[in-house]
Each structure stands twice: as C-alpha cells, then as structure tokens.
C-alpha cells in the first residue's frame, strides 16, 4: 500500500494536455484562458462576476482592499480556518475579532458574533468573514440580516466549499460563493483543494462596482480602458490610478482549472460517497465523534474527534497514513498571542482542537484505501 495523504489533486492526462497547449501558444499570462476560467467557473458557482488571482489569499487581500479596510477597523471572524483569512484584515491595518464555533457545526457562531456586535460601540466592526469550515456551507441568509442591522459587508471564505450550498428561507439552493448574501466570496486552487491549479485562487461577486475595483487592484491599480483614463496620449498610453498589486493568474494555471472545473462535479460526488462511507464505519463507535452526514456539505475535509488524537496521528503515520489536524486555533498563534490574543479566551475551538484529526479525503482515494484507514483507526481505538 503506497502512502495515502489527508487530501490530494488529481491531474489527468487531459489537464497535462491543456497546460501544454498554452506552453505552446502566444500567451503564458495575460492571454485568453484566465477569462475563459473565469467565466466558466462564475457559471459553475452560479454569480456574475469572478476575478481569478494568483491564490486564496491574495484572493482574500484584495477583497479587503476592495472594501476598504483601514488602519483601526474591526473584523470579526472565526479562529477555526487558515491563517489568511484573519491575515487580509491585518495587511490593510485593520483588527480581527475573533467569535467561537459551535460545536454542532464548526462554523462560526452567530450567537457569538452577536454578542461581540453588542458589545461594541455602532459602527466600529466593518465586516464579518465566515469561514465554510471542512465544506460545511454557511447559513448566508442569516449572516446578511445580523449585517443589514449593523451595516456590515460580508467575505464568505469559501476554500473549502465549491459546489457546497445551504437551502434558505425560501427553500432555494444557495451554493457556496454565488453572492446573493454576501458582496465577496473567495476560493483557492492550491492542490489539497477541490480544484488544483498549483497555487491560485478566485473572488466571486454579483456587485459591478466591486468587480471593476477588483480587475483594477489586480494588476497595479493600473488600467489602459479609455473609457477610465483622466489623460490619453495614445496606444501606449496606461494609467495607475490606485496602488494595487501583481495578484494575476497565469494563463497555464488557468488552463489547468478550466480542464479540472469538468470533473469538479464528479470529483464532488466522490468525496460525498466517501464521507458516507466513513460515517457508515464509525457509526456507534463511542471513541469517535463526527459531524453527521449532510448532502448539501462540499467534504473538503473529513474530521474525526477522539480523545487520543496524538496517539491516533502517530498510529496512521506509522502505517502510512498521513492525516492532518485543521486548524490550530488562528488566535493561539504567538503572532496573534503578540497582538494580544488570550488562550482560554475561545474555550469550544481550543476543545475541539485538542481533539479533531482530518482523516483521508479526496476523490481519488480507492475503496480498498478507504477501508485500509477505517480498519487501521479501529484497530487503534478499540485495541
Ligand atoms: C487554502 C485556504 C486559504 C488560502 O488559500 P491559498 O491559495 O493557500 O492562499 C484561505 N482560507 C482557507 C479557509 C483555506 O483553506
């Protein structure tokens, strides 16, 4: 049994084929596939606008530069997700408030956030960023009523969830970073995610005005449309007008997420059996605690809670099983320790993370692989 990760791309021989078409064209950056991924992949999530970048967390940046984050305004998101998430809010000078999880669904507590709402003065916390913690679709319904009472905008940090959608009030199919409930959503193509392009990432938004500030921030703030130029003195002629950054995709990393885009719902309906799978598996065994199965989850983690997670992480590892723990609480960081940030002060994600271990997911991972982990946890806990 060759080793088996806790997630893994999957590249086929006709992603090798559209990458080497590119290599062999007049364009490697700047060319036609980046707006062909990006309309493709607006139709896949089902917005209007999406701004492909060079990874999630530029992703994330230039949301928060779009938004205007400055130097003092407060944020709040969950400590349970990748650093970048809190980082965007830091790189524009501005505060993260960190609300704890509920346990029931990992996501960030409305309750908390509601909590951390009231105890601040009106007007002083900018925006939320909920997180689709593992795929778990946030309820962005809910989060967009809490933001109109307090004039708030809304990033979702959808990662993990393409493809991942929650049903609103009105009983309609909400997928993950279509916009209707929030101005921003964002997703990363590094090669553990759903859609692998090496590194690389996507905004997605219904809203015009952000859209264009998005396309502008990306390439220096600099724009050559005549229709937005203050001077023209000719074909060369450009213009920066904001201070942006180089935050492009390649047209080879676009290419590739233009191939992987087609098996992305085939690749989603794998994870889903998987996830069935493993519940089927661990279902009544006291040693282990998972989250329910629920369809309208995107798995792109599978977690397991046990109370000897060390011990369990070091047994799979010595049988070629490399599983992963997401997240270290973002708050217990000694970069966020240094800004002040106290252990102790979110006690249901520091819990949970005493105990969470992210176990094989992807949709490559055979049945044989599957079993192999099942019996090699068993094997463990009930010894
Ligand atoms: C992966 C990830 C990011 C960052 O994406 P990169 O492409 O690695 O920069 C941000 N947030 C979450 C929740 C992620 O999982």
New binding site residues.
Partial sequence: MNSIPYGRHDISSEDIEAVVQVLRSDFLTQGPSVAEFEKKFAEYIGCKYAVAVS????A?HLCALALNVNEGDKVITTSL??A??ANCIRYCGGEVLFADIDPATLLLDIQQVKKILEAHPKGSIKGIIP?D?AGHPVNLEEYRKLADEYGLWIIE?A??APGGYFTDSKKVKQHCGNGVYAELA?F???PV?HIATG???MITTNDEALYKKLLLLRTHGITKDPALLIENHGGWYYEMQELGYNYRLSDMQAALGISQLKKADDGLRKRKEIAQHYEEAFKGIKEITTLPFHEEHAYHLYILQVQDRLGLYNHLKANQIFAQVHYIPVHTMPYYKGLGYLKGSLPKVEKYYEHCLSIPMYPSLKREEQDYVIDTIKKYLLK
């Avoid at 990874?55 to 530029?58: C, D, I, K, P, R």
């Fill in positions: 990874n999630g967390t530029a994330l997700t990748f970048a998430s997180v913690f940090d990662c993990h964002i990363s193509f590094h995610k590194e690389g990432g």
